[in-house]
């Protein structure tokens, strides 16, 4: 794969504690994502990134900000974690003129 | 607006049976589909893009811009393809951004 690594893979946390997951690319590609995968509503787009410091929300953005200071990291943070943000975290980067590489994924629990 | 659909939560097929798998697509431009597979709590992995025409484990899909459908298609069902398929599209022109439908959870009774 094109070297996308997410960390934690695992994470338990209390509702109200603020939460950070990391995306690391060893490829130097511009365009990272961050989606959340839930039963029933398929992949849904967090927030993306089209280079250092540009980044855009998409479709379930509220009660998440991202950062990105390097083209490697694309850091997402869950301000104040609530039980309805329980779920798989999968970062992507567009790697080509057509292709996209997912992480592995973060499952995160809040309770 | 860019919009995906997977009509199908669930289908189940009998292993050696043909399977297709619906997909349907909103999209204003010229787009770029993709199907995506995932097999039990592992990463999604690409399975087949329309734009390069080939056949991948058996599967193909073929872009119909009349009905909007990207189908995805195999003649002989295997017990090693039940996993969770995401049809998704990707604008390319500014932001690049990759959309999913829903999925369809794929089982293969042996």
């Known amino acids: 794969d094109a070297g996308i690594t997410q960390s934690p893979r695992h994470k338990v946390t209390e509702t109200g504690t603020p939460v950070t997951l990391r995306c690391h690319q060893t490829?130097?590609?511009?365009?990272m994502y961050w989606y959340r995968q839930d039963p029933g509503h398929g992949l849904r787009l967090i927030h993306y990134?089209?280079?250092?410091?540009?980044?855009d929300k998409g479709e379930v953005s509220d009660g998440y900000s991202v950062s990105r200071s390097k083209t490697e990291d694309f850091l997402l943070t869950l301000e104040s974690a609530t039980s309805s943000q329980t779920s798989v975290y999968f970062c992507a980067i567009k790697t080509g003129s057509y292709g996209y590489t997912f992480g592995s994924g973060t499952r995160l629990t809040v309770v | 607006a860019q919009r995906v659909t997977q009509p199908e939560k669930l289908l189940s097929v009998f292993k050696g049976a043909p399977v297709e798998l619906k997909c349907n697509y909103s999209y204003s431009g010229s787009p770029e589909l993709f199907w995506y597979v995932q097999y039990s709590r592992q990463r999604l992995q690409l399975l087949l893009r329309h734009i390069s025409r080939e056949s991948i484990k058996g599967f193909t899909a073929d872009l119909n811009k009349g009905e909007t459908s990207f189908h995805l298609k195999k003649p002989f069902a295997q017990e090693e393809d039940s996993a969770m398929y995401y049809c998704a599209l990707s604008s390319n022109f500014g932001n690049e951004k990759l959309t999913f439908g829903t999925g369809t959870r794929l089982t293969i009774i042996p």
């Open positions: 990134s089209y280079g250092v410091k540009d980044t």
């Open positions: 490829e130097n590609h511009r365009y």
